[in-house]
């Protein structure tokens, strides 16, 4: 998956999200739980985003860090939902399995660029010494 796809892959889960809040009682648990998770999703996107224009590898990997951390947050408020039997299953099982989809794919980049980064870190040392 190319970054732009998955920029647009988190985009569209936000907006899925959005739509589903929109569809919360209007009462102190609807509104607890759709703010943290609009946050959280809506964070997932605009993180990546951040994340690709990351001026060094260091830096891409706290940024992608964040990214994961926020796609399984996501994915906690969707399970709240769910367990407290707000809507059908049918109706959120969709965004809790790209949310679970989300937070691997980034727990697997975050992993693929912390060995990268300290492999190049590696490099850079042995470099110097000689």
Do not use: H
Not at 34 to 47: D, E, H, K, P, Y
Not at 74 to 95: H, Y
Not at 103 to 129: D, M
């Amino acid at each position: 998956m190319t970054s732009d796809e998955l920029k647009q892959r988190t985009k569209t889960f936000a907006l899925r999200v959005i739509r589903l809040v929109e569809n919360l009682l209007n009462n102190m648990i609807g509104k607890v739980l759709g703010n943290q998770l609009i946050r959280s999703a809506t964070s997932v996107g605009a993180n990546y985003r951040a994340a690709c224009r990351s001026r060094s590898k260091q830096e891409f990997v706290s940024r992608i860090k964040v990214v994961e951390e926020e796609a399984d947050e996501s994915l906690f408020w969707l399970e709240l939902i769910m367990e407290k039997n707000i809507f059908k299953l049918e109706k959120i099982n969709g965004l809790i399995k790209e949310a679970d989809e989300l937070t691997a794919i980034f727990t697997s980049t975050n992993k693929t660029a912390k060995v990268n980064f300290l492999n190049q870190r590696s490099k850079i040392k042995n470099q110097k010494s000689c």
